[in-house]
Every structure is written in structure tokens, then in C-alpha cells.
DNA sequence: GATCTTGTTCGGTATCACCAAACGGGGTTA
DNA sequence: TAACCCCGTTTGGTGATACCGAACAAGATC
């Protein structure tokens, strides 16, 4: 799985030359591998033992760490003896949703995410900026039984991603190239804009007709429409856009669904005093 | 605010009488305030000062906990020198969407509960059993304005809630004491039912009709109306349930509105695989 | 521009986080 | 049924480090 966590693979890209050992608590950030160790494990969870290996350290570590964690009500366990496994608790779900309801965004805009699936008939998403990542706060399945880009809270890449260019074409050519210097353009998916004028071109596209097109550029076989959402500074806030497959999408779809992503996010827009 | 955290008020409830220092972390327990004073920082955050005040540490400590977490992206932080602050990071919402979604039941329930929302118009919800509490995994809002209920991850007492009520109502008499015994009947409401034989015979009457109503029981001038989801072996595995201001329920709506509660929840339950 | 408040930095020490090894119990196999 | 094995749990010692107090610096406020 690629991109398992919020700060996922910019590890080679964020720049962390300097000395990463200053002000760091050495525990906290083992117990901190352990959580996302967790967080990979599933609905079944770790064993201890697992825990121990995945993340690198002595058995008792790592279950003093879980202990804690227990206790605290950010781990759950079930079994018991040699059957016991530990899993993410529902602390992190309370957390979660304080963290994406703190924008007030959401509160507003997910009524019209949930309209905007039953219109269209697709998955749709709320994605906020990070840092000149995208990162959804909230999404609506659609009827299909399969699931499409998923996941909340992680960072997605704003040049591969229908809601990133929606958010990168309300800025500025100068801002944009700030960004894409420190993420770079990695490809992604068969069609990723690896090229920054291609990049800007497309963003100038996308500006025009008010919506934002990925056409494969992060997954095969996956098409993306978004559109930005400003706030009443006429700054950006977010993003909203609809997932489909590519085949369930024909050529002359995409504009009349583009409209649609559009007209939705132009009214959450105007529901938050932006103009 | 009642009801802050995971483990909330049950440090009362939950016999922690034996030694708590054992396989305990003390860096991470002091980490983990931090981040549930940031909790309820809200959205403007915190200072450094204010969090070392709160949970009782020195400037430094607070400072360096806050550097770690903010490296692996569990804190964000705006501002710069003294106008810097706090607040939970995006981490949290990826950890949590991945917690609502380990039980599987999220994604068979939510659409259905959008559906429900759009039908009744009012707020629905989507909970789960935690050791005898309801914990609400999944949350659609209604039209109104106000919101009530908003929390997800946060334990709710089974007895005083609609959503309690009904998967209470799915175990026999004898399980049912052995919760109320570990978790109390604490009165919350005007109307919280806070004899156990009163709150037994209100579970047989929710069995028989199959929903179980809140009538102010939690919090005044509120009544939720909840029923039971069941899996395929026919235990609970979760509850759902809508929500409304007591003025806008008149006595008779309530019977109807149940029985949609209800048939949202069998279907669920037969999506489910359950019988 | 003076002053106050607040974030950031630094060094020492008592604490404690970490590990290795031993223990014990439940599951599995013969 | 019994022996084995595996894994969760416990313990004690020690070297690393988490914590604090105090000093420094940089904006904000008046």
C-alpha cells in the first residue's frame, strides 16, 4: 500500500537534513510507530509479538507501550493469553472527528457531498490543504460496491489528484512552483503531469472552466473531477470532487458532470460568505 | 462538557483500585494528555504555555512532546514565535476513519443512514457496542441548524441513550444487570431511568416493538428513537438511531418514526447476512 | 521605543524506558 | 491424555533520556 500514513513517503522529499534528534522524545516516537504499526493491522490487530518485530524493538517494550495505550483507551484488545491481539481504539475515532470537524468546512459542505453523490451516482470527497498536500476530511460512497480512493487523512498528491489541481488553480503561477519545489512532480498513475508548464497549462484549463480532471493520473483505470471551494477572503479553503472509473465515465460525461462538481462547490461557497 | 474522552467518566466507574504504575509509559501517559488538552484546544489551538498549564508539565516538556508530534504529523501548528500555536494534525483523521472502518458495519450502514436522514430529516447516527457503552462510529447531520449529538468515539451510557436502549434490548435480563452493575445507572436527563428493574421492563417493551425511544433520558429537550443491527449469527453488533429537539416530535410521530428506524435497521441487518 | 509576554534553547540529574531472560498457561499435536 | 511448543506476561538492572529550571530571543502591545 502506498502512502500508508499522513506523512507518508515525503520522507525523501520533505527536507529533514537538519539534526532530527532535537527536541524529539525518543518513547513517545516509538509509541508512535507502534500506533501506525496498528493501524495496518486491521480488524483482526497484532499480537505483541508483532508489534515488537514490525516496529523494532523487545517484546516487553512494546507491551509496556500498549499497556499505556490501553489504559488511555487508544488501543482495544480482545483474546486473551497466547490469542491476544491489540487493535486501534475509539479514542482515535473521537479525535478523528474533532480534527476534521475543527474547519468548519465540513459541517457545511458534507449535506451537498451527500446530494452531490445521490445526483451523480459517484463517490465524492471533501479535501482540505496541507502543507500543499491534499488531504480529505470527509466523503460520501457511492452506490458502487467498489471503493476508490478511500481513505481520510492521508496526504494525497496535489499535481496527480483532481481535488489537489482544483485547489492548486486558484493560486498563483509563483505560489504554485513553491509547492511543486518542495513535492516535486513524482508520476503516479499512466497519464501523471510530470512536467511544471504542462502542470500550469492544465491548471489554467481547470481555472477557466471552474473543474479540475484527473484523467488517470493517479491510478489506473480511475478518473477524478473536482472543483475548489473559496472562502469570504476569496481565498482557497478546499475541495470537493467526484470518483469514477474510467469506463463508467464516457468523454462527453466528464463536461456535464464537471458542471455538476462545480455548481456544488460554488454553492458551498456561497454558504460560507465567499462570493 | 461531559463525557470529554474515550474513557471519560468511568474513572469513577472502572475498578482501577490495583497498582496503575504498572507497565506504564510515563512519557507517553504525559504525551497523551497533551494531545486531549489539544483535543479540546478546538480549532484556534493551543500555546505551549497553555498546554504545559493544563496538563501540569513544564514549558520545555510541553515543547518537546509537541515538536515529536508535530515531525509525525499528529499535531499541526500556525503562528510563528508568540502568536505560534497548536492543534491536533490530520494524523488523527486518517487513524480514526481507519478505526470507524475496522468493523466493516460503517461501510454496509452509512448509506442506508444517509437515506434514513433524507427520509425522517433529522440527524442519524451509527453505534457500536464498547464494554457495555454505545460509542458512535458514523454520523450523517441533518437540515436543522442545530446540531446535537455530534460526537463520534465517545462513550455514551447505554442506559440513558436510544441507541443504548436498543442494543441493550437484544441481550437477556442477566447480561444486562451484569453492564448496569460494572457502569451504574448515573442520571443524566429529566427522565434517565435510573432503577434497574424500571429500565428492564423498558427494554422488554423496546424488544417487543423493536425500537427503543430516549425521551429526554439523556439530555433535556432531546428524544432519540434507536433500533438494533444485528449480524448473521444474530447477535448485535450495533445500533442506529435519529435524533430530534422534543418540540418537533409530537407523541404520535414517534410510533412512525420507529418503525422507519426500524425497517432501516432490519435492512442493514439482512445486508449484513443477518436473519 | 520601552516593556511585557511568550516561544525557544540549553545543561544537569534523577528518573525511567528499554532490553534480556525467566515464567506460566493455553493450544495443538501425537 | 500428555508432552511439547509458542507466546503473552513478569521481573530486575542499567544506561540512556525525559524532565525541569533558568536563560535567551523575538513579536506584540501600549
Redesign the pocket.
Known amino acids: 500500500m502506498t502512502f500508508p500514513f499522513g506523512h507518508p513517503d515525503n520522507r525523501s522529499v520533505t527536507p529533514n537534513s537538519d539534526n532530527a534528534d ?10 508512535l510507530d507502534v500506533v501506525e504499526a496498528l493501524a495496518h493491522g486491521g480488524r483482526e490487530g497484532l ?4 508489534v ?1 518485530t514490525t516496529v ?12 499505556t495505550l490501553l489504559r488511555r483507551g487508544f488501543v482495544a ?1 480482545h483474546g ?6 491489540y487493535r486501534l481504539g475509539l479514542s482515535f475515532a473521537y479525535l478523528g472527528d474533532q480534527v476534521t470537524s475543527q474547519t468548519g468546512l465540513r459541517e457545511v459542505a458534507m449535506p451537498y457531498l451527500e446530494e452531490l453523490t445521490r445526483v451523480a451516482g459517484l463517490t465524492s470527497r471533501l479535501a482540505i490543504f496541507d502543507e500543499g498536500y491534499a488531504v480529505a476530511i470527509g466523503r460520501i460512497d457511492g452506490p458502487g460496491t467498489i471503493r476508490i480512493a478511500p481513505f481520510l487523512g492521508r496526504r494525497e498528491l496535489p499535481h496527480a489528484t483532481a481535488i489537489g489541481k482544483a485547489m492548486l488553480s486558484t493560486l498563483g503561477d509563483d505560489e504554485v512552483r513553491t509547492i511543486i519545489e518542495s513535492i516535486g512532480l513524482p508520476a503516479r498513475g499512466p497519464n501523471t503531469i510530470v512536467d511544471i508548464d504542462t502542470l500550469l497549462h492544465d491548471l489554467h484549463r481547470s481555472a477557466e472552466r471552474g473543474y479540475a480532471v484527473d484523467d488517470e493520473e493517479d491510478t489506473a483505470g480511475v478518473v477524478c473531477i473536482g472543483a475548489s471551494v473559496l472562502d469570504r477572503t476569496g481565498t482557497c479553503v478546499g475541495a470537493i470532487s467526484v470518483t469514477a472509473l474510467k469506463h463508467e465515465m464516457r468523454a462527453d460525461a466528464a463536461a456535464e458532470i464537471g458542471t455538476l462538481v462545480r455548481r456544488y462547490a460554488d454553492t458551498i461557497t456561497t454558504e460560507l460568505g465567499g462570493r
Chains 1, 2 share one sequence.
Open positions: 532535537k527536541y524529539r522524545v525518543k518513547s513517545l516516537d516509538h509509541a499480537a505483541v509479538t508483532e515488537a523494532g524493538m523487545s517484546k516487553s517494550s512494546a507491551y509496556s507501550i500498549l499497556q484488545s486473551t493469553g497466547p490469542t491476544r491481539r
